[in-house]
């Protein structure tokens, strides 16, 4: 059992900045990686960052240069620092685990923050 909570979503302006964390918690044997997704209504869940056990970055196209996805100081912890944001940005962003046990590999995923950016 995996448990992660989101904080750090809001209201900003066009051009402003949020700074998403995630931690992650429960019986954790193995990590492979954690990633940012976001999604709006009726629309598919879709990436915004990833970051794998070695340190390696993944961003869809549209937030590459404004999105920085990073390590936390804790443990199965993650940021994503978003700057520039932008009005199609607005989103429930959401965090998850890629992790596996000796009987098999899993995602799990948070509840999701709001993170909304008027014009």
């Known amino acids: 059992q995996v448990q992660l909570l989101e904080s750090g979503g809001g209201l900003v302006q066009a051009g402003g900045s949020l700074t998403l964390s995630c931690a992650a918690s429960?019986?954790?044997?193995?990590?492979?990686?954690m990633g940012w997704y976001r999604q709006v209504p009726g629309k598919e869940r879709e990436l915004v960052a990833a970051l794998t056990r070695s340190g390696s970055t993944n961003y869809r196209d549209s937030v590459k240069g404004r999105f920085t996805i990073s390590r936390g100081n804790a443990k199965n912890t993650i940021n994503l620092q978003m700057n520039a944001l932008k009005p199609e940005d607005t989103a429930v962003y959401f965090c998850s685990i890629d992790h596996y046990d000796d009987s098999g590999i899993y995602t799990s995923w948070g509840q999701g923050t709001q993170v909304t950016v008027s014009s």
């Open positions: 429960g019986t954790i044997a193995g990590v492979n990686g």
